[in-house]
């Protein structure tokens, strides 16, 4: 066999096992209920209170993975604060202060690793469900209130208000933030006299808010829906 044919076959054999290892690790993660939709649809025999418990451990998990990924970023910065200070011969006590910092900020970061692995088992204990695996497909903020009927009770109604007040809040900090961080990486790109990571940190704090007010606002649409006795599935479905 002469060698383009060698290489040939080596990079087809290459390219097969990849699609295999592809297809394999979709059909695990599809298995994982990746919305809160799909979540409904796959405790559909359990309890409104089960499913209400499972909606709002998967909302809080969706946060915390925002804030592992926030203290993933804070680690990184404070490590190359250290090395940069390291680089540049800085005095002993400032290199020691940086050091002392960024372990600080991997203590924490472990504390939060931590809860976030305490939130997949919980929401496993409930459900009944795996997910061992990071939640890819963050919740949609709905496009607007549905009013609330004389049915429900004031208490969700005001609920309801609060939320959707938040909500807007936490969006409209989302929408800034990311405009100030485009503005950030053109000028990156441009000088490299930007503190881009400054920037991303600061982004991944706004996603993590706006995503804490989506699942606020989607949880209590969600209490409403049993409340009044419409299916969670449509609900959710809906917003």
Not at 43 to 71: F, G, I, R, T
Not at 138 to 145: G, L, N, Q, T
Not at 203 to 226: P, Q, S
Request: proline share 3%; charged share 25%; aromatic share 4%.
């Amino acid at each position: 066999m002469n060698t383009f044919k060698r290489t040939f076959r080596t990079l087809a054999s290459s390219c097969a096992a990849a699609a295999l290892v592809c297809t394999l690790a979709f059909q695990a993660h599809a298995e994982m209920a990746q919305t809160d939709v799909a979540l409904m649809q796959q405790m559909d025999a359990a309890s409104n209170d089960k499913k209400l418990q499972a909606l709002e451990v998967y909302y809080d998990l969706h946060v915390s993975d925002l804030v592992v990924q926030n203290m993933n970023e804070r680690r990184t910065g404070a490590m190359f604060a250290v090395q940069r200070a390291k680089a540049a011969n800085k005095a002993q006590n400032v290199i020691a202060k940086l050091d002392k910092k960024a372990q600080a900020v991997m203590s924490e970061r472990a504390a939060k690793v931590e809860q976030n692995r305490a939130l997949r088992v919980r929401l496993e204990e409930i459900s009944g469900l795996d997910f061992s695996e990071p939640l890819v497909m963050a919740p949609d903020a709905p496009m607007d209130m549905p009013m609330a009927s004389s049915a429900v009770a004031p208490d969700l109604a005001a609920a309801q208000k609060q939320a959707w007040a938040a909500l807007l809040v936490a969006q409209d900090a989302w929408r800034e933030e990311r405009l100030i961080l485009l503005d950030a990486q053109q000028r990156y790109d441009e000088t490299r006299d930007v503190p881009i990571g400054d920037h991303l940190r600061a982004m991944t704090k706004a996603e993590t808010a706006y995503a804490k007010a989506i699942g606020a606002c989607r949880l209590i649409e969600a209490r409403i829906a049993v409340a009044t006795g419409k299916p969670l599935v449509d609900v959710l479905g809906a917003l």
